[in-house]
């Protein structure tokens, strides 16, 4: 009875072995993905543990990431999975590889622009689909039971988080929250330009962010008692930073 055992535990370990990461990657932000199928995906390419190798300093981290060609040369997109990150300089903080990695990514797909003439504009569009967290302004009241109050500011104004309503003083304390996800796109647009004639890439891309999707968490509701002093509706937003 001990040996089926065994065996039984093994078999559903070689199940999950086989069919676990498409569980895992279904889980994943991998929704906000234009054509992603997780069972059958033919539309995505990856790239596993990208090594990121800057000039003159060598490999700062590694990533793993998805791409797919969208119009070929002209426009590409990307999906970076960043729990696989390893930031291997510890000079440079966790904002700054991100960009520096995206950037990174972009020369590996970019090419040399045309040679004159050029006849239609030419630019390259790499965009790279990634979620936000959402959050909301949450409000805790405190009723206060005594009248007199002591306020110590560094100006000459009153604590705003005091509020005087039908006769009583309250203590405003506002926290954030989390309320889910969004999906976000930023775009980087490079274009050639003419400079003695020949045909350059601008130095500097054109960076744009863009919302696909609404938050997708809930917020607590803000407490409509009359006694109390009113407060805003609390609001799930997210900038796409």
Not at 24 to 52: A, D
Not at 139 to 153: A, F, P, Q, R
Not at 217 to 231: A, E, F, R
Request: net charge negative.
């Amino acid at each position: 009875m001990k040996t089926y055992r065994i065996y039984f535990i093994l078999f559903f370990a070689l199940l999950y072995a086989l069919f676990g990461n498409v569980i895992l990657l279904s889980q994943q932000p991998y929704s906000c993905l234009p054509g992603w199928n997780p069972q059958n995906n033919t539309e995505w390419f990856q790239s596993f543990k990208f090594p990121i190798d800057i000039k003159n300093i060598g490999v700062i981290g590694s990533v793993d990431f998805y791409w797919r060609d969208v119009n070929h040369p002209s426009q590409w997109e990307f999906f970076i999975d960043w729990s696989t990150l390893s930031n291997k300089n510890e000079a440079l903080s966790e904002k700054a590889l991100k960009e520096i990695i995206e950037l990174y990514i972009i020369t590996s797909f970019h090419q040399a622009c045309p040679s004159l003439p050029v006849i239609d504009t030419w630019t390259r569009t790499y965009s790279f689909y990634y979620t936000s967290k959402c959050t909301y302004v949450k409000t805790s009241i405190l009723k206060m039971n005594h009248d007199n109050t002591g306020v110590c500011c560094d100006d000459e104004n009153d604590d705003p988080s005091l509020v005087s309503h039908q006769g009583s003083w309250f203590q405003l304390y506002q926290t954030k929250e989390s309320c889910g996800t969004k999906c976000c796109r930023k775009d980087y647009t490079i274009s050639c330009i003419e400079r003695n004639g020949v045909m350059v890439t601008e130095v500097d891309p054109v960076v744009t962010t863009t919302s696909i999707s609404e938050c997708n968490g809930t917020v607590v509701p803000k407490c409509t008692d009359s006694s109390l002093p009113p407060i805003p509706d609390p609001v799930c937003t997210s900038g796409c930073d």
